[in-house]
């Protein structure tokens, strides 16, 4: 971590304390519970009876730069177990009580005062609440159970962001707006394409727009998979909780995972990941040498528990398709495999139009499978294939699959925004874990490393990341509705039924208006559903055997002939390939 970051980091903490003394001084029967740093800012955590209100959020502001204007020197106690208990017992904050009595015996617990005001906290702080400045903003209220329990009381948490200057502040406040306006779950319902609802919690209600979408976003990553000598297969959703306890995920995974009991009293679980299935299909028939690389494809759906509170649009879901891929090749193929697999997912962002992309070298994590020599080994062999690739990157420590060190694959926005997106991952655990094997150039049997690889991760998060970087006006060849007919008069709608079904039979997605509204009002309406082109008929169009072209963002029009508008379509309709 940088100096910078550091401090930013600080400065962050510092303003959740503010936040907290604020509060607790406006209302004090208010109880504080946790109030970290993250992303852009912070958040704190409080148990208070009366709901806070927008209006709250200005008064707490105001609040704050008061508490900054006073300028409260920063101080910190180490203290015993009981003396820290007995601080806020006496203070009436049971949370913070039970915080301490969870830390291990053994711990020193540090207690930080802005004044008089205090805080159990690791630190560190700045040396008074005046030196964060006012360069902060309280953004939002929303509903937060506490440690995360559905069993546990519901909390009010209260988001806010802060930064060492006021332009610095603006900036990230204007990069909200925009981010508001570009909102994927806001333009999916402008634009007809997908909903939730409770019945279905983290689950996708695709509408055909939307489908029609999400079913381009696979045909164009078959094409690329085909091309790059890949073979699909499918596997099933629901499999014996025997296989998962084989593959390790169960142990380390099974908080996660959905689990049930069928009729002859067996333990099912549905997927949350596709390998131990892709493994399965591996097994089948004697593998040698000779048939490595193996490149296997897969959509899979896979199902994984998260919070409610955690469920976020098309961006945080509990029921997904994965473009998965698993590459089985011997050791000696790792660094080759692995550079194939950089080439293809750099050209496939370049294709969506992300050409700002950062990579991430992930190791192994507290919670894995396998020995260290073998984790010594998978590490090499990727660090090996990145520096072959002649790529940077960075290193994520830690942050590694529970099975094998990866490649993270960071995409940056229009609004500059970074979305973790495509994986590599080299696995020497699972095939022998699931008895995967191949028969090697000596006669004898040896274990396949297996390459785990998806390119846009979440086809359900892509999509919406698609969505909020386009602003929903998707490239042609992506858009749902490419073209609309809307005839000026219905005495034009015979030849814009022509138009349309020409369209139609070369396999444009076509529309057609036939409403009897005037042709602004039908402009207006369609320009708002984004279709990027409106074919406008009238009579000297019919008459010439022409179409007007009117392309979305674009205020010129352009007349083509009849003959020529499937020829025209064809070549802008066309998925590109950036080889």
């Not at 503010?18 to 109880?31: C, G, I, S």
């Not at 177990?81 to 913070?96: M, P, Q, T, V």
């Not at 306006?181 to 007809?192: A, P, S, V």
């Amino acid at each position: 971590m940088s100096n910078e970051e550091t401090f930013i980091d600080i400065l962050r903490h510092d303003t959740a304390h503010v936040l907290a003394m604020a509060v607790q001084e406006l209302f004090p029967d208010t109880q504080v519970t946790i109030g970290p740093v993250i992303e852009n800012g912070f958040y704190y955590d409080f148990d208070r009876k009366e709901p806070f209100t927008e209006k709250d959020l200005g008064t707490i502001e105001k609040k704050m730069k008061e508490i900054v204007n006073r300028n409260e020197k920063t101080s910190f106690k180490v203290m015993s177990r009981e003396d820290a208990i007995k601080l806020f017992s006496d203070k009436g904050e049971n949370y913070k009580v039970e915080i301490i009595k969870d830390l291990p015996e053994s711990e020193k617990l540090k207690v930080y005062y802005h004044g008089e005001w205090f805080d159990l906290c690791k630190g560190p702080h700045l040396e008074s609440t005046g030196k964060i400045g006012k360069a902060f903003k309280l953004t939002k209220v929303a509903g937060a159970y506490w440690r995360g329990d559905s069993n546990n009381p519901m909390l009010q948490r209260i988001y806010g962001t802060a930064w060492e200057t006021q332009d610095d502040l603006e900036n990230y406040l204007n990069l909200l707006k925009e981010a508001e306006k570009r909102d994927h779950r806001k333009l999916g319902k402008e634009l007809d394409l997908f909903h939730f609802q409770e019945e279905a919690p983290g689950s996708v209600f695709w509408h055909a727009k939307g489908w029609t979408l999400f079913r381009t976003l696979i045909d164009y990553m078959r094409k690329r998979q085909e091309e790059a000598g890949y073979e699909e297969i499918n596997t099933p959703d629901i499999m014996d909780k025997s296989l998962w306890e084989r593959s390790g995920h169960l142990e380390k995974f099974g908080d996660n995972m959905f689990t049930t009991e069928a009729r002859e009293e067996r333990v099912y679980a549905l997927k949350p990941m596709n390998c131990p299935g892709c493994v399965q299909v591996y097994k089948q028939g004697l593998k040698s040498y000779r048939d490595l690389p193996l490149r296997v494809a897969e959509f899979g759906k896979v199902h994984r528990y998260e919070p409610s509170g955690a469920l976020h649009g098309l961006m945080r879901v509990r029921a997904f398709t994965q473009d998965d891929a698993h590459i089985f090749c011997t050791e000696d193929q790792i660094t080759e495999e692995s550079k194939k697999v950089c080439d293809l997912v750099l050209s496939i962002y370049k294709d969506f139009g992300f050409e700002n992309v950062s990579i991430k070298f992930s190791d192994r994590p507290e919670k894995r499978v396998g020995n260290d020599d073998v984790w010594d080994k998978s590490e090499a062999a990727l660090r090996e294939a990145m520096e072959a690739t002649g790529l940077e990157y960075t290193l994520n420590p830690g942050e590694g699959a529970f099975y094998g060190p990866k490649l993270e694959f960071i995409l940056k926005d229009a609004i500059g925004r970074e979305w973790q997106c495509g994986t590599l991952q080299v696995d020497l655990n699972l095939p022998e874990r699931l008895g995967g094997h191949y028969v090697a150039e000596d006669g004898q049997k040896h274990n396949p490393v297996m390459l785990h690889r998806a390119l846009f991760g979440s086809l359900e998060r892509f999509t919406g990341i698609l969505i909020e970087h386009y602003a929903g006006n998707l490239p042609l060849w992506l858009a749902p509705t490419q073209a609309v007919v809307a005839p000026i008069t219905s005495d034009i709608n015979e030849y814009a039924e022509r138009v349309y079904l020409s369209l139609k039979n070369n396999g444009i997605r076509v529309e057609k208006d036939l409403r009897n509204e005037k042709i602004s009002y039908k402009i207006r309406e369609n320009s708002l559903k984004k279709i990027p082109f409106q074919l406008i008929l009238g009579k000297n169009e019919m008459e010439d055997k022409t179409v007007t072209l009117r392309e979305f963002g674009n205020d010129n029009q352009e007349k083509i002939k009849f003959e020529k508008l499937n020829d025209f379509f064809q070549k802008k309709c066309m998925m590109p390939f950036h080889q």
